[in-house]
């Protein structure tokens, strides 16, 4: 397997702008889940789904930002409109499931996004 | 879920086991302590987990105290690429990451 699969690796963007994030997690795996990191907050949670239904996105900052997961191996994040605060490294993570025993998340490589 | 103390940064010798420290004082029953680690530039990665009892793999090994309200990652022959930080997660639902230990692996 590839392991997750995220795109693009790098985004530069202008204020305003609409961005959407990609993330094709690891086959089988029901969990996935989308995390933040800047310097000022660490990583933190943004959403995460379960057979592609959310189930907590508590973490969402505000109404611009939005996730979907129209099927199993494929989920979106979307910026509208992006502001520079936005700024920072977007990792998805998939995992085979959070009741098991064993869950362990794999990361992906990140998007690092930077809004100008 | 429980909060946790781990020190910002440490130090350790190529080729020496790094002992990696975590408070979790109020840890409930039923959350489980694992352990990620990021090295630069890249996502975070598991190591280990354990609930009572000690743990060991292929990474690293595990010790819980007997009332669960700390714990130690041993990285038993560090090398430099090992150098990351490390994140210690009582969790029994979703993960949440903390500020996590700095740890250099110095030649």
């Known amino acids: 397997d590839a392991g997750v699969i995220q795109s693009p690796r790098h985004e530069v963007t202008e204020m305003g702008q609409e961005v959407t994030l990609r993330c094709k997690p690891i086959?089988?795996?029901?969990?996935l889940f989308w995390y933040r990191q800047t310097m000022m907050r660490g990583l933190e949670l943004l959403i995460y789904?379960?057979?592609?239904?959310?189930?907590?996105d508590s973490g969402m900052p505000e109404d611009r930002f939005s996730a979907k997961m129209p099927n199993a191996s494929f989920s979106t994040l979307k910026i509208q409109p992006s502001e520079p605060r936005d700024s920072a490294v977007y990792f998805c993570?998939?995992?085979?499931?959070?009741?098991?025993?064993?869950?362990?998340?794999?990361f992906g490589p990140g998007t690092r996004l930077t809004v100008l | 879920d429980a909060k946790t103390t781990q020190p910002p940064s440490m130090d350790c010798a190529e080729g020496r086991a790094a002992n990696l420290p975590c408070n979790h004082s109020?840890?409930?029953?039923?959350?489980?302590v694992y352990w990620y680690r990021q090295i630069h530039s890249q996502g975070p990665q598991y190591i280990i987990h354990?609930?009572?009892n000690n743990e060991t793999n292929e990474m690293a090994s595990l010790i819980i105290t007997e009332d669960r309200k700390s714990s130690t990652l041993i990285l038993p022959h560090a090398t430099l690429r090992d150098t990351a930080v490390y994140y210690c997660?009582?969790?029994?639902?979703?993960?949440?990451f903390g500020k996590g230990t700095r740890l250099h692996i110095l030649p």
């Open positions: 993570a998939s995992s085979g499931g959070i009741a098991e025993e064993v869950h362990e998340q794999f």
């Open positions: 086959s089988g795996h029901d969990y």
């Open positions: 109020t840890i409930s029953g039923n959350e489980y």
């Open positions: 789904f379960n057979n592609n239904v959310p189930i907590d």
């Open positions: 354990g609930l009572k």
């Open positions: 997660i009582p969790r029994d639902d979703k993960i949440i």
